[in-house]
Structure formats: C-alpha cells, structure tokens
C-alpha cells in the first residue's frame, strides 16, 4: 500500500549536506524531510576528515550547531609542508588573519542529527528503490521504500544531497550531464590511534616513499595517512608496518619523537577528483558529494558541501517564501565557480605531495621545487593559505 507524505523541501541523504541543509531550511520555517539508505549508527561510525574552514564553522553556528565545535574544536593557526627534513611552515593567521578548526567530520554530523531531532524533522531510515519524478512539474514526487512498505512524497524541490554513489545524479539526464573525472593511481591507508599527536600543527609529507599526513581528532587521538597502492589491502599492513613506513616518510625529527600505540581503526580510501554540471535540472539541486569529489589532500570535501549549502539554502527559502526564482536559477554557476577552485587546489596539492607509480625522473625535482619555492617565498605561501582557510563564498 503507498501512504503520501507531503513536504516543501524533501532531502534524499542524511550525511553532512542533507543535515546541514535541512536544518537552515527549518530555522527558515520550511518543512523538510530527509530520507536516508542506512543506518544512524552507520553514518556516525564513518571516519572522515577534520578541518573545518572560518566559513564552515560560522555556518554551523549559523545553524545553531555550536557548543561541541567550540568546546573540543582545535583552532589551528597554520600546517606544515615538508620534504624530508625541510619542513615549510605555512602560518595561515599571518598571511590571510584567518585559522582553521581541527573537529571530525563524525562529530559534526552527530551534532547536526541532535539538531535535527531537536528541531522534530522526520529522518527516515533505511530507505531503498529511490525514485525521483516530475521534475519539470510545479510539484515533484519522491518514492521510495522502506521496511518493506512503498511510499510517496510530494514535494516542491528536491535537495540531491545522497553522496558519490546515491541515485540523484543520476536521475538527471545523461545528455545533459557533463562529467570531469580524474582516477589517482594510488589510495590513502588511514589510521586512528590513541595515542598524543606527532605535532600541534598538521604535517603534509612529501618524500621518496611517497605522501604521508600527520593529523588529529584531540590531544590523545590520532589521526595519520600515508599514501599506498590500491592494490594494497588493510590486513597487509599490519600496525608495525604502518608505523615504520609512516616514520620513513615524515621529518627526522618528528619521527624520533612520536608516540605509536595499537590502531582503533585502519582503512584504505581511494583518491578522485570528479564533478558534474549542472548542479540543477528541473526542481532538483545536487549538492556535496552527489555533486563533486575531491582527493583528501586539503581537507576540502566537507567545506565543499557546506559552502553548496550555503549558496543553495539561501536560494531554496527565497524560492519557497518569496516565489522569488533567481537564487535557485543562479544556483548551479554559482557553487560551481567555487567548486572548481576547490577542486583545483585539492588536485595541486595531491600532486605536488604524492609520488605516482610511472612518473618520470622530472616529476620528483618539480615536488621538490614547489616546496623550496613555498619555503622562500612569501607570495606562495599567501596563496596556499588563502585556499587552504577557505576562499570567500
Ligand atoms: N537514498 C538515500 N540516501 C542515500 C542514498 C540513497 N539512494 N545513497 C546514498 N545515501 C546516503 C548515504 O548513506 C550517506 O549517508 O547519503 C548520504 C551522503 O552523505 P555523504 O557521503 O557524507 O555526503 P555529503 O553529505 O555530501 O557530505 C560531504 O564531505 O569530507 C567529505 O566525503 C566527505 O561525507 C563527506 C562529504
Ligand atoms: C584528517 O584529519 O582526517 C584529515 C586532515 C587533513 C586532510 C585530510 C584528512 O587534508
């Protein structure tokens, strides 16, 4: 039997863009719903990365997701880029006045559930069999099913907020769709450990052995990348394993000095650059990572997603409470003219700091240069930081 729902603005994906959305859209007053394929519990054991830009942080706020960010957030002044034992030291505060937030993505979205049940909006889920029609109607529908029941929605837009591998994209048109997609040969193996960061700022390695990354959640978690094969699988890597060739790659000093202890979770994740246009068809909007992909190289992924929030939240209320169509028509060139310096930074930065399998002998000098280049020179270091925080909105 099919029961019909109604809402204004129907949300297919409850990770960070469906529930950010969501919740600017209801302290709005505009009626949402969101369905989502899996699990609470599931969303909320995903790994994911840390750095939140001044612009994230004051949408959060914006969306009333505040005190944890405030309380355990760790507010980072500036990285470092190194390249064996040169390490470059980008102060973000002194080239650009702005820092960023060290606070996991995990606890973001565990915050922005308990907004959203707060705020009573109905998240359904273990939805499955998504289906999104009439489009092109003054209202749209939403089906999908769920513990075995078929269901409809009847919406004004639809927000395609359901990740890389949900069902809105694809609901536009491949004729219409443009896609761009670059594959890196390689993956990132992550590991969290219990134990003090290596440093109080981020370290992004460059070396011979290829790219490793020192990060952290808090002052007894951390969290550390180092670049493998994707043929490589995570029982081939056991904690000695991991920790040797992490050491190899990072400072000399950094390595002597760190603290290792047993892993809590040890993953490998592929590296793709990937975006779609456009980021509208009809009455629906892509937003995040159902939109565009970026490697982790920058932390860009989440930021990504909040600032298509930003522009899309804006648009969507001036649409359903002003009738007023320019802000959801202006929508798709608008993040996308964001998107694309993103996603030129995360593309620049994966290349300069990670070895590829069939380089040649000039690729290795050029990752080099690029660092003694940033060591020396103001200039360049002004231009990774002011990406690296966030470029306006
Ligand atoms: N129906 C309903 N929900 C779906 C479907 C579907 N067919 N397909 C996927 N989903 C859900 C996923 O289970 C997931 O919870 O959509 C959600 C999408 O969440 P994310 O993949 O986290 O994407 P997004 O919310 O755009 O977050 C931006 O920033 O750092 C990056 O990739 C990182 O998740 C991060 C992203
Ligand atoms: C992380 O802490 O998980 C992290 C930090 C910075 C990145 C990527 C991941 O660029």
């Known amino acids: ?78 990285c470092y880029l190194t390249d064996n034992d040169l390490m470059v030291h980008i102060n973000f505060k002194e080239l650009t006045g702005k820092q960023v937030l060290v606070f996991g993505q995990t606890e973001v979205t565990a915050d922005l559930y308990a907004a959203q049940d707060a705020m009573g909006t109905e998240i359904v889920h273990g939805v499955t069999d998504v289906l999104i029609n009439d489009l092109d109607q003054t209202r749209s529908t939403v089906e999908y099913s769920v513990e075995g029941t078929r269901k409809s929605i009847e919406c004004r837009y639809v927000a395609g907020c359901d990740g890389f591998h949900g069902v809105s994209r694809n609901t536009i048109p491949a004729d219409v769709r443009q896609e761009y997609e670059r594959i890196y040969p390689f993956g990132w193996l992550g590991v969290l450990s219990q134990t003090p960061p290596a440093n109080d700022e981020l370290i992004y390695a460059n070396s011979e052995r290829g790219f490793a990354l020192a990060s952290m959640r808090n002052e007894n ?33 950094t390595a002597e000095s760190m603290m290792t202890g047993p892993s809590i979770e040890k993953s490998i994740a592929p590296l793709r650059s990937f975006a ?93 240069a690029t660092l003694s280049h940033l060591e020396k020179s103001e200039t360049a270091r002004r231009d990774l930081a002011e990406n690296y925080v966030g470029l306006p909105y």
Request: net charge positive; charged share 20%; glycine share 8%.
């Open 1 to 78: 039997m099919t029961t019909r729902h109604k809402t204004q603005v129907a949300i297919i994906g409850g990770g960070p863009s469906g529930l950010l959305l969501s919740q600017l859209l209801n302290l709005a007053g505009i009626d949402t719903l969101i369905l989502e394929r899996s699990s609470r519990e599931h969303v909320l054991s995903r790994i994911r990365a840390g750095v939140l830009e001044s612009g994230t942080v004051k949408m959060l706020r914006q969306a009333g997701v505040y005190e944890r960010m405030a309380q355990h957030g760790i507010p980072h002044n500036g």
């Open 221 to 253: 978690l951390s969290r550390y990348y180092i670049q493998v094969p994707m043929t490589d699988k995570v029982d081939e890597w056991s904690d000695e394993r991991f920790w040797a060739a992490l050491k190899q790659r990072l400072p000399s000093a």
């Open 276 to 368: 779609t246009e456009p980021l509208r068809w009809g009455n629906l909007f892509l937003v995040g990572d159902a939109a565009h992909i970026v490697p982790p190289t920058g932390a860009k992924g989440l930021n990504l997603a909040v600032s298509d929030v930003f522009y899309l939240h804006g648009a969507l209320i001036d649409a359903v409470k002003n009738n007023s169509k320019t802000g959801i028509d202006a929508y798709s060139d608008r993040a996308l003219a964001r998107i694309w310096k993103s996603m030129r930074f995360s593309w620049q930065m994966t290349t300069m700091l990670h070895r590829f399998d069939d380089e040649d002998s000039f690729a290795g000098q050029m990752r080099r």
